[in-house]
């Protein structure tokens, strides 16, 4: 799919936001037209099913798990957590 092999290949994931670098007119574009973000977590958190086999209550666990961890990101990452239900 992506051109990745995992028998020859590692995934090194970077989630530093400082190294990301826009030049003058692609912060320009950026400014202009992305308002707010929208984070998708598609993996499982340890001790909870995968999504589509979840129950009720186990969604409600991972939302306080999420709004914990949210809690911790700092002031100039933080933001308004609305939920979904």
């Excluded at 799919?1 to 970077?14: E, L, N, R, S, V």
């Excluded at 306080?64 to 933080?78: H, Q």
């Amino acid at each position: 799919w992506h051109g990745f092999d995992p028998a020859t290949q590692t995934h090194k994931p970077d989630l530093d936001y400082d190294k990301v670098v826009f030049s003058a007119e692609q912060q320009k574009t950026f400014e202009d037209y992305v308002k707010s973000t929208r984070i998708r977590a598609a993996r499982n958190i340890s001790g909870f099913s995968l999504p589509a086999g979840s129950s009720k209550e186990d969604r409600l666990a991972v939302e306080e798990v999420l709004k914990a961890a949210f809690g911790m990101l700092p002031d100039n990452l933080k933001g308004t957590y609305f939920p979904l239900g």
